[in-house]
Structures are given as structure tokens and as C-alpha cells.
């Protein structure tokens, strides 16, 4: 089956970041859409009343030495999502800092950047997206008649305008369960192993599908066959 797809983030592992209190971003790392970043490098810092009140809470319950309010002081901190080093710097120096780190949970691309230095946040703001680009997904439709012959796990073959020459071995991931009734069509996504990152998200490409064909059909060399205006003729 050939047809023709785009090529989209791995919706599996990309990770929105949303904060879990309302302040406002003092310092921002990260510039643009499009900037790669690393697992552990720094992404903003916020400055919350929140924080430095849930900070505060931690220094008054280890001055009283009380375990069950260092454990929850500590647990309110973490529910924040306040990094577990700014946590271990709070307890050694005792200073509560008036803005706090974030950090990126995995390596990948900044996607979908909806701040900036001096913005104010609240929970519910998605302020990025980081998806990792090691693997890809590739959206494609099918016509409706054609839908009996794909199965997730059938193998498909991609190739790109941009590299000629250039083949990319994937597979169906899923087949989406609804039709389009405009055009008749089923989406299926696609996944494909993307270890140079060479497949940008929006590429468009053409994709063939190895399908099942279980009916039984006359099969003719491509060279014996003459099109002409009105009909077609097969030579022996």
C-alpha cells in the first residue's frame, strides 16, 4: 500500500511541564522552540510565595527537631516538585532561596515554548514540551478498503524527498479505530527507530506498507502488460 505521511514526535515520551504553583519565572535558559537539551540541565528559575513559605516550614521544623514535621515539610517540598538537591542545600546551609531551579527530566527537544523571562505562572500553564527525537512517529491514512490487509506489526518502508537514496525499516504501531468520513480514509501511525535524528517532526514522506493479501489473484509480469485508451492487453 503506498501512501504518504508526516513525521511527528513520539507521543510516548513527550513531557509536558506544568508548574504546581503560581510565581514567576525570574530566569529562563531555554530560548527557543527547536533547542536541544540535556537530561539535568536547567530549565528555568521561579520565584513562588508557595516555595518559600513551604521552605521556611522545613527550616522552623528542623530548629524544633521534630521527625514527623521534617517528614512532612520535606513531603510538601517534594509534592511542589522542588528538585531533591535544592532540598539537601536547604537542610546543610539553612537559607531559604527565593527562587528555585527546575531542571529537564530527560535529554531531547524543547517543543511548543509558551514562556518567557518575567512570565507569571500557574498550575494548569503547559509552559514547554521536551520530546526526544531517538524515535519518531509517522501518521499515514489508508483508503477504507484497504484497511483488511494492515495489522499493527506489519513492516513498512519510508522514504524522504530531502534523502534520496535514503530507506527507514519501521513498522504499524496502531491503527486508529475511527474513519474519516470525508475522505474515506483510516489513520495509522507508524514508528521508526530514529537514532541520528535525522527525521524532523512535520517531514513529509512517502511510506509503503507491506500488507496481508489473502485473496488469490492473477499476477502478471509488469513488462507483458500494453495500456492503451480503451483497454488493457497482457502479452504471453
Do not use: C
Not at 507569571?120 to 477504507?144: D, H, R, Y
Not at 512517502?206 to 496481508?212: A, D, F, N, S, Y
Amino acid at each position: 500500500i503506498n501512501t504518504v505521511g508526516y513525521v511527528n514526535y513520539d507521543e510516548d515520551h513527550l513531557i509536558h511541564i506544568h508548574p504546581r504553583v503560581k510565581g514567576w519565572i525570574e530566569k529562563l535558559y531555554i530560548k527557543a522552540s527547536g533547542d536541544p537539551v540535556k537530561k539535568g540541565q536547567a530549565l528555568y528559575d521561579i520565584y513562588s510565595p508557595a516555595m518559600v513559605n513551604a521552605q521556611e516550614e522545613l527550616l522552623l521544623a528542623l530548629d524544633r527537631k521534630k521527625p514527623r514535621l521534617i517528614k512532612a515539610a520535606k513531603n510538601r517540598l517534594e509534592s511542589l516538585q522542588v528538585p531533591y538537591t535544592a532540598i539537601e542545600k536547604l537542610e546543610k546551609t539553612r537559607k531559604v532561596s527565593q527562587t528555585v531551579t527546575f531542571y529537564s527530566p530527560i535529554s531531547g527537544v524543547i517543543d511548543n515554548l509558551k514562556i518567557r523571562q518575567g512570565f507569571f505562572v500557574q498550575p494548569g500553564t503547559t509552559m514547554m514540551s521536551i520530546g526526544t527525537l531517538k524515535q519518531v512517529w509517522v501518521n499515514a491514512e489508508i483508503f477504507e478498503r484497504q484497511a483488511s490487509a494492515v495489522d499493527v506489526g506489519v513492516l513498512v518502508d519510508m522514504t524522504l524527498d530531502y534523502l534520496p537514496g535514503r530507506e527507514w525499516k519501521g513498522k504499524v504501531d496502531y491503527i486508529y479505530p475511527t474513519l474519516d468520513v470525508k475522505t474515506r480514509t483510516i489513520k495509522v501511525r507508524l514508528k521508526f527507530n530514529n537514532k541520528d535524528e535525522l527525521l524532523k517532526p512535520g517531514m513529509f514522506a512517502q511510506v509503503l506498507i507491506h500488507g496481508k493479501d489473502e485473496e488469490k489473484r492473477l499476477v502478471v509480469p509488469k513488462e507483458s502488460v500494453i495500456r492503451t485508451g480503451n483497454s488493457n492487453r497482457v502479452v504471453l
